[in-house]
């Protein structure tokens, strides 16, 4: 079974300086917003829905960053293939409203502690996506 994912890396400007979101998911640990494409949708538009539902942001697309691939297993259908594609989105409108559903919080951060959060509590596979997204956006986080 093959399951496609979208989200984003999403940053603002406040005051100046630069700002990344992350959300912490259900299971503690530090990601990006992102979730299952619906029924015709582009992958492009199910990566803004899926931030606007599980962050309250709404933004618009700059760039592609990557696509990610990983199994996991489901009790019911067994291995499924996961394809996630990451863009960097820029803010646009709407107030941090975590989905709770979903999600336990989500929050914004320099880049530098983004950059900490994500090494000390995030999955592996999103950080050369958020590196990515640095380096797109003219920075370098420390990576000591």
């Known amino acids: 079974m093959k399951e496609i994912s979208a989200g984003g890396v999403v940053y ?12 912490q998911d259900r299971y503690g640990k530090i ?8 029924p015709g949708e ?31 297993a489901l009790p019911q259908t067994g291995t499924v293939d996961k394809e996630v594609h990451y863009y960097l989105v820029e803010a646009e409108t709407g107030d941090l409203q975590a989905q709770i ?14 950059w900490v959060k994500q090494k000390g509590s995030g999955y592996d596979n999103n950080d050369h996506i958020l590196l990515k997204a640095c ?3 003219g920075i370098q986080p420390d990576q000591q």
């Open 12 to 23: 603002r400007k406040r005051e100046g300086k630069l700002e990344l979101q992350l959300i």
């Open 31 to 38: 990601s990006l917003p992102k979730g299952k494409m619906e």
């Open 42 to 72: 582009t992958i492009e538009e199910t990566a803004l829905r899926e931030i606007w539902e599980e962050t309250g942001i709404r933004g618009r697309i700059v760039s592609k960053l990557d696509t990610i691939h990983y199994q996991y």
């Open 101 to 114: 559903e979903e999600i336990r919080s989500v929050d914004w951060f320099s880049p530098q502690e983004a």
């Open 135 to 137: 380096e797109e956006l």
